[in-house]
Structures are given as C-alpha cells and as structure tokens.
C-alpha cells in the first residue's frame, strides 16, 4: 500500500509565496519520478513539474517556469514545491503523483494524492 499526502495549501495574495509538499507513505518511491499536477474547476488536470530519483532532473510548465521549484528529499521521501511570484490563474487543487518515469502526462503515473487547495486572491 503507498499513498501520497499533500500538505501546504492555503490562501495566498497575488505576488506572494507558499510552499506544499507530499509525502510517501508505505513504501519508498525513491526510484521513481515524482511530479505535481493541477486542477481548476472546470479545466482538465494539468502538469505542473517533475523531479527524478536523484532530483538532479526536473521539468516545469512553461505556465509556472521561473516562478516554481520542485525539489526533491530522498532521506525523508518527500517533494516539495516552492511557489513564488504567484498568480491568481495558480488557483487550482494541487495533486502529487509518482511513475516510473517522466512525463507530462496524466496516464504516465500510476500513484496519486488527495489534493492541497491553492487558493491566489487578486
């Protein structure tokens, strides 16, 4: 049994900062890529950026590049990311997910988190 848990969410002003993060509980991911993805209402859910197993890798959306850092700790088995300069569009509900690999893809992970709302007030 794995399961992933997002923390961090909250409501931030237009500009501001806030940092989420999942944790893996179960057993370890530490071989897989890890990534977050976003969901607003109404809209599809979307990439937002992923590291490898070594955190050396990583991919952001052009949406949240320059703005977003995913990081990585492998002794603690978690993700975090790191977001600046934040955007009421940013608005979304935040998932963790892991796979095998990278991608951009829903389809390409096959471990999910509940969500963190990340909520942007203008």
């Known amino acids: 049994q794995v399961q992933l848990v997002e923390s961090g969410g909250g409501l931030v002003q237009a500009g501001g900062s806030l940092r989420i993060s999942c944790s893996v509980v179960?057993?370890?991911?530490?071989?897989?890529?890890m990534a977050w993805f976003r969901q607003a209402p109404g809209k599809e859910r979307e990439f937002v950026a992923s590291?490898?197993?070594?955190?050396?890798?990583?991919d952001y959306a052009d949406s949240v590049k320059g703005r977003f850092i995913i990081s990585r700790d492998t002794r603690k088995d978690t993700i975090d990311l790191q977001m600046d300069s934040l955007k009421p569009e940013d608005t979304a509900v935040y998932f963790c997910?892991?796979?095998?690999?990278?991608?951009?893809?829903?389809?390409?992970?096959?471990?999910w988190g509940q969500g963190t709302q990340v909520t942007v007030s203008s």
């Open positions: 590291v490898n197993w070594n955190g050396f890798n990583k």
């Open positions: 179960g057993r370890t991911l530490n071989m897989y890529y």
């Open positions: 997910a892991a796979g095998p690999r990278g991608g951009f893809e829903r389809t390409q992970y096959n471990f």
